[in-house]
Antibody
Framework: EVQLVESGGGLVQPGGSLRLSCAAS????????MSWVRQAPGKGLEWVAT????????YYVDSVKGRFTISRDNAKNSLSLQMSNLRAEDTAVYYC????????????????WGQGTLVTLSS | QTVVTQEPSFSVSPGGTVTLTCGLG?????????PSWYRQTPGQAPRTLIY???TRFSGVPDRFSGSILGNKAALTITGAQADDESDYYC??????????FGGGTKLTVL
């Protein structure tokens, strides 16, 4: 059974940093693109960042470029999102999601999702 | 900034058919955008329905189907049921390497 379990969310001050993690199991982690998607309270979904199977390609939404870094450890079946210089508008539930297709050349959406971890910005 | 458009809300009668659409603020949607569709109920994580235009995710009933209709991606639900009430989101893949979500459609079954 595919499982994605996020952790690391919490309350942080504007300008601060936080590292989110996603533990993956039930599939060959190194064969899939992986992504982070977020949802601000009462708002829609936003694709934040995505990373290729071997970590050689990474893409970000413009609003987080230079502040967020996506990474993965295929030996540990783990995905991470390092967030720095956090802003009030980064308050959201952050979801870890897997892209469909073993060995895909692009992250063509998502198939499995985690339950999310909440990041709250507050001074 | 690419804008992906969805109907803010839609209603369908039980047993009826509804087609939700996903468009671009400028331009036409084609299979090259690899449209995908997700549903989400309050407090829950999104669930996948369709990816790469018309591939149904494992376990999704064949009442749900994806296609390109005219210049938009479309999600058609046939035989609507009460538990189809949900927010529905589409994503279009962009050449930048990351996709853009539409604003979502709140579907009511009544």
């Amino acid at each position: 059974e595919v499982q994605l379990v996020e952790s690391g969310g919490g309350l942080v001050q504007p300008g601060g940093s936080l590292r989110l993690s996603c533990a993956a199991s039930g599939f060959t982690f190194s064969s899939h693109w992986m992504s982070w998607v977020r949802q601000a309270p009462g708002k829609g979904l936003e694709w934040v960042a995505t990373i290729k199977q071997d970590g050689s390609e990474k893409y970000y939404v413009d609003s987080v470029k230079g502040r967020f870094t996506i990474s993965r450890d295929n030996a540990k079946n783990s995905l991470s999102l390092q967030m720095s210089n956090l802003r009030a508008e980064d308050t959201a539930v952050y979801y870890c999601a897997r892209a469909p297709g073993v060995g895909a050349t692009m992250a063509l959406g998502f198939d499995y999702w985690g339950q999310g971890t909440l990041v709250t910005l507050s001074s | 900034q690419t804008v992906v458009t969805q109907e803010p809300s839609f209603s369908v009668s039980p047993g009826g058919t509804v087609t939700l659409t996903c468009g671009l603020g400028s331009g036409s949607v084609s299979t090259s955008y690899y449209p995908s569709w997700y549903r989400q109920t309050p407090g829950q994580a999104p669930r996948t329905l369709i990816y790469t235009t018309n591939t149904r995710f494992s376990g999704v009933p064949d009442r749900f189907s994806g296609s390109i209709l005219g210049n938009k991606a479309a999600l058609t639900i046939t035989g609507a049921q009460a538990d189809d009430e949900s927010d529905y989101y589409c994503v279009l893949y962009m050449s930048s390497g990351i996709g853009v979500f539409g604003g979502g459609t709140k579907l009511t079954v009544l």
